[in-house]
């Protein structure tokens, strides 16, 4: 089943706006990863974040985590057409070989 | 470096059919793993392997088949194909943490 699990569902904004999403997960963990999907596209990469981390910048992304809620989130600043997706968690990896990913929010950005 | 690949990008099957979805990594990396994404339920892990001659199954493994005879490559075989495997799959690879995804298979079962 899966860890993470992504909230909200799908979220519309303006070109320009910042978009929050967010990421709950049941077990510990060592870390938690976010991902982009584009439309017929795979996974990417986004970033990383460590247990003993409360938040990290990447570019216009901005990762929070709280270990204590079990649950984090991903900014994304001053937003852009482009960054139209799907946004996933992903906890696990590492030596725990299962990297187990929630159901994603579709991020609409309207230009 | 060309990554992860996979083939065929498209695939359309009878039910009963058996075939190989391809999968091939050039980066010599350990962990490889395949996931089926269907709409509404995510990314769900159908197999993984942790190196060479080395598998497991992951969480919906049913109706699948894996090997990993070499580092580099992954196949995933449907044995006789079932509507209920209609669905967009992805192979991936990674020797850490971050995850490398294929361009993914569209597969169809009539």
């Known amino acids: 089943s899966q860890q993470g699990e992504e909230d909200p569902q799908a979220l519309s904004i303006q070109e320009g706006e910042n978009a929050t999403m967010n990421c709950s997960y049941k077990?510990?963990?060592?870390?938690l990863q976010w991902y982009r999907q584009n439309s017929g596209r795979g996974l990417v990469h986004l970033i990383l974040?460590?247990?003993?981390?409360r938040e990290k910048h990447s570019g216009r992304l901005r990762v929070t985590l709280d270990t204590s809620k079990k649950s984090s989130s991903l900014l994304i600043t001053a937003s852009r057409a482009a960054d139209t997706a799907s946004y996933f968690c992903?906890?696990?990896?590492?030596?725990?070989?299962?990297?187990?990913f929630g159901k994603g929010t579709l991020l609409t950005v309207n230009p | 470096n060309a990554g992860v690949t996979q083939t065929p990008k498209f695939q359309v099957l009878k039910t009963g059919q058996s075939m190989t979805l391809q999968c091939a990594q050039d980066m010599n990396h350990e962990y490889m793993s395949w996931y089926r994404q269907d709409p509404g339920m995510g990314l769900r892990l159908i197999h993984y392997?942790?190196?060479?001659?080395?598998?497991d199954q992951g969480e919906v493994p049913n109706g699948y088949n894996v090997s990993r005879s070499t580092t580099e490559d992954f196949p995933l075989r449907l044995l006789s194909a079932a509507p209920s495997q209609t669905s967009v799959y992805f192979c991936?690879?990674?020797?850490?943490?971050?995850?490398?995804f294929g361009p993914g298979t569209r597969l169809t079962v009539t």
């Open positions: 392997s942790v190196g060479a001659g080395i598998t």
């Open positions: 992903a906890t696990g990896g590492g030596s725990n070989y299962k990297l187990t």
């Open positions: 077990t510990s963990i060592n870390n």
């Open positions: 974040i460590r247990s003993n981390e």
């Open positions: 991936a690879s990674r020797t850490g943490y971050e995850q490398y």
